[in-house]
């Protein structure tokens, strides 16, 4: 196996623990899947070689809660989403594939770091909640999906801008996730993102974040989240800044 996936023992171990974590977050939440991994994951996994991993961990958890998703979301503001991250998808990777290792896992730590705190302190923008607002969110998703594969954080700030229920906006994003994942793929083909050890990597820990969303969503009740969500946006904070520290020293 550790041949198979070019990893240490000690580091399959670390990610399984990581994918099965992330993926309960993602199962309750609706979000941060990639997020959690990324931040968790990047001083072990560089960030160009992380996102294609992460897109077969965000399918096959898109696909686990596509069905509920598509009932609850705002379909059309879901789509505009996804067009607007068409557009920032490429910006996103071919500032990744041009930029040093060290840098951008450091552009990807502070990312999340930005958006989770911008979160934590429920910054709501007004603008945003319009169509041209929702476009433009969705190419900042896309952006932010190229660079760090934490394009549903964006779409999560986005929502807090909403006066929508909240199992509307989960479901929303879910539709988000779900459909932004086929137009990445042909973008990571594209950039030659997407290897066959990338494809192995993500094929063999996908099972394990999709038991960690399934039990996840067990837990999911819209009366839990104004405790869950500042314990996830915490969490990611911390992890993040973590990483950081760890990839000064």
């Not at 939440?29 to 965000?58: C, R």
């Not at 929502?159 to 539709?175: D, E, F, H, I, Y």
């Not at 969503?217 to 992890?239: D, G, I, T, V």
Request: charged share 10%.
């Amino acid at each position: 196996m550790t041949e198979l996936l070019g990893l240490s023992t000690f580091d399959i171990t670390l990610l399984a623990i990581i994918c099965f974590a992330a993926g309960i977050v993602r199962g309750f939440a609706g979000f941060a899947l990639s997020a959690l991994v990324m931040a968790s994951a990047a001083t072990i996994i560089s960030p160009i070689t992380l996102i294609p991993v992460l897109w077969f961990l965000e399918m096959a958890a898109s696909l686990q809660m596509a069905g509920g998703g598509w009932r609850d979301a705002n379909r059309t503001i879901a789509i505009l989403l996804v067009i607007g991250n068409f557009i920032g998808w490429p910006i996103g990777l071919s500032l990744t594939t041009s930029l040093p290792t060290d840098t951008s896992t450091l552009i990807a730590l502070c990312i999340i770091l930005a958006l989770a705190a911008l979160q934590l302190a429920r910054l709501r923008i007004p603008g945003l909640a319009t169509r041209p607002g929702t476009l433009i969110s969705g190419i900042v998703a896309g952006i932010a999906a190229g660079v760090a594969h934490v394009g549903g954080m964006v779409v999560a700030l986005y929502v807090l801008s909403q006066n929508q229920p909240a199992k509307m906006m989960r479901g929303t994003l879910v539709v988000y996730l779900f459909l932004a994942s086929f137009g990445s793929f042909l973008f990571l083909m594209y950039f030659e993102v997407m290897t066959w050890l990338a494809a192995i990597r993500g094929l063999v820990f996908a099972p394990v974040a999709m038991l960690g969303v399934f039990v996840g969503s067990k837990f999911f009740s819209p009366k839990w989240e104004p405790y869950y969500r500042p314990f996830c946006l915490s969490l990611l904070m911390f992890l993040a800044s973590l990483g950081l520290i760890r990839l000064a020293f």
